[in-house]
């Protein structure tokens, strides 16, 4: 292995609190949707494709109003985020630390373009990684993302760490092993490895 590939939602991070006061602020300027978005429905749509997301929260509203609606909710969110940040989980630092000393480490998330820089931007982990990739950027899924982030910086036994089944999808497409972080949002069976906690990557690895 010489190189490890991260999720950022349920995998580095749960950004939910902050998500959630920056998305309602957005919709109580809205004039289509009436109903304040909570931390439960994000966490139902964790890991989701941008326009799953705006069909499971904003089912009432056309496709045209829910691309809209969602862009003004994503400018806010990465405002939001690079002010207030979000909740690291456990020894993410001290873990990133110790591992970017052994391995190459890269995020692949389906995010925004702008959410990973906030990420890095208020929690200031951005040395620890090399590459990152997202869909607002290249409009392509998170395994095709993945095998662009392979390709673009020729690893050679790259893995990924995810949470949900999404990711593990993912991993498959790009055919790589996948590392299941059961502390996250989702649920996946049959990984190629499981971790309860960020901090047991160091003894995984």
Known sequence: MDSIIFDLDGTLWNSIGTVTVAWNEVI???????????????????????????????PELDEQKQKQILAECCEVENAYLEKSGGLLYPQVERTLKE???????????NCQEGYIEAFYNYHKLDAHFIDFENPGRTGLSKGENIKLIIERNNLKEPVYVGDTQGDYEAARYADIPFVYASYGFGKVDDPDYTIGAFKELNELF
């Open 28 to 58: 109580k300027r809205s004039k289509y949707v009436k109903k304040e978005v909570t931390e439960r429905d994000f966490e139902q749509t964790m890991g989701l494709p941008f326009q799953e997301i705006a069909q499971k929260l904003f």
């Open 99 to 109: 591992l970017s000393k052994k391995y190459k480490l890269y995020i692949v998330s």
